[in-house]
């Protein structure tokens, strides 16, 4: 009655696989994913000039060409994989891609005003990013922002919940999963958007000085 469960699981390890294919991914991109929503939801923190920016899981650069303004800030994005970074770089010649590991990062100290994951947290377990939260209380600056945007399941919202039961990202967690990671970081606004068929929350933190422990 249900459909053969071996059948729609190979299906989805066969979209996962093509997916790992830059340019199939950087399509999917366009045609599903509304980015102008996450330039909304940010956009008091994005909207200035003379940013020092740095985007981990950059990815294809297809969110950020659509997110960051790239010719009145300076952007750096980040990911691990090497296809993706020269995916990047050729389609956003005004920004600065590398390939680098979130948990270690090789920035001098206080460089960052804004440092931003955009829909990368449920893609990696919770001690990369535990390492990577760290790593980045060395190079934000005092008063820069982390931004974080990531999927939620959404009571309600069936379409939604069968697709992220499908995503490549295993690590889909609650608001409160989430939140969790800000220990060492105080939240300054919290709050849901919509992305796509998708529920989002947002996070917008910076870290605790030491009279904020």
């Given at each position: ?58 990815s ?23 296809p ?7 389609n ?8 680098m ?5 090789g ?38 922002v ?11 919202k ?56």
């Amino acid at each position: 009655v249900g459909g053969d469960p071996t059948f729609g699981s190979e299906v989805t390890k066969l979209i996962h696989k093509l997916l790992e294919n830059p340019l199939i991914f950087r399509i999917q991109q366009y045609i599903c994913n509304n980015y102008g929503n996450v330039r909304r939801e940010f956009g008091d923190y994005l909207e200035q000039d003379g940013l020092n920016i740095l985007d981990i899981g950059c990815s294809t650069g297809t969110a950020a060409k659509q997110v960051i303004d790239m010719n009145r800030n300076f952007y750096i994005g980040m990911d691990l994989d090497l296809p993706y970074v020269r995916i990047a770089s050729r389609n956003n010649p005004n920004g600065n891609f590398l390939v680098m590991d979130g948990s270690n990062l090789g920035f001098r100290e206080n460089l960052f005003d804004v440092i931003m994951f955009n829909g990368v947290w449920h893609h990696m377990d919770d001690a990369l990013i535990r390492a990577c939260m760290l790593d980045l209380k060395r190079v934000i600056k005092r008063d820069g922002v982390i931004l974080v945007a990531e999927p939620v399941f959404t009571p309600g919202k069936f379409l939604s919940d069968f697709f992220l039961r499908r995503d490549r990202g295993k690590f889909i967690r609650s608001e409160l999963g989430y939140q969790n990671f800000f220990s060492e970081y105080v939240i300054h606004r919290q709050r849901f958007f919509n992305f796509s068929l998708h529920r989002f929350v947002s996070f917008v933190a910076s870290p605790k000085v030491n009279d904020e422990k």
